[in-house]
């Protein structure tokens, strides 16, 4: 099993449509989760932290199931700048001192 | 709002030179990370860098590879004989010591360099 497996995609949506984003990850000691987006060729941008309560920020909702080792993010009322790869990235470790461990990403395309 | 910043943005070199990669992380931030993206691949772990020493590294970071902390604010990639697979984009990265918890703080990338080699 992979370390952290996504969705393969792409996503096509149109504007205003809600998208969700599913991943799972197979070390059940992971202490800590994120969803970052990375636009073609560029690098990672924090998107949001995944708090085991879920978590919501604005348009963008993120839940993790840790009996499941199941991470999600909702995007609502999606615009063309949400355009991306969204990654789902793990920190297998707690603390500061810590390596992330990505998932391949999955592609989003919203189309006007 | 403060970034990382990595110079060159594209590197090309022959194989078997070497090559330094330069990356300035935000300046309150204590944790650095080098990473690496192989176009159409996932982001991949190298090594992580905390008070002047080598905290973690990945089985690709072997020694052809050295990281350094030169003075107060670059922090560098080298690697010593290139090879055509090393081609790929290479992120640096930095995080904060605060508080962060069980969570950690998050690691902040910069805009990377992307190594061709030819």
């Known amino acids: 099993r992979k370390e952290v497996e996504q969705d393969p995609g792409p996503f096509n949506v149109p504007e205003g449509a809600t998208v969700a984003f599913n991943c799972t990850y197979s070390?059940?000691?992971?202490?800590?989760f994120f969803w970052y987006r990375q636009d073609c060729r560029k690098e990672p941008k924090l998107l949001m932290s995944?708090?085991?309560s879920g978590n919501e920020d604005g348009r963008f909702t993120a839940q993790l199931n840790r009996a499941s080792q199941y991470i999600s993010l909702l995007i609502r009322d999606s615009k063309l700048s949400d355009s991306a790869t969204y990654l789902c990235?793990?920190?297998?470790?707690?603390?500061?001192?810590?390596?992330?461990?990505f998932g391949k990403g999955t592609l989003l395309t919203v189309n006007p | 709002e403060p970034e990382v910043t990595q110079t060159p943005s594209h590197q090309v070199t022959q194989m078997g030179q070497e090559v330094i990669l330069r990356c300035v992380p935000i300046?309150?931030?204590?944790?650095f990370y080098w990473y690496r993206q192989i176009l159409g691949q996932k982001v991949e772990f190298l090594v992580s860098?905390?008070?002047?020493?080598?905290?973690?590294k990945s089985e690709i970071f072997d020694d052809q590879f050295s990281v350094e902390r030169p003075d107060g604010s670059n922090f560098t990639l080298k690697i010593r004989s290139t090879k055509l697979e090393d081609s790929a984009m290479y992120f640096c990265?930095?995080?904060?010591?605060?508080?962060?918890?069980?969570?950690?703080?998050?690691?902040?990338f910069g805009d990377g360099t992307r190594l061709s080699i030819l």
């Open positions: 990265a930095s995080s904060h010591a605060g508080r962060g918890g069980v969570m950690g703080q998050p690691q902040h």
């Open positions: 070390n059940s000691a992971s202490q800590s």
């Open positions: 995944v708090y085991s």
């Open positions: 990235v793990v920190n297998p470790r707690g603390g500061s001192n810590y390596k992330l461990t």
């Open positions: 300046s309150n931030h204590l944790y």
């Open positions: 860098f905390y008070n002047n020493e080598i905290s973690e």
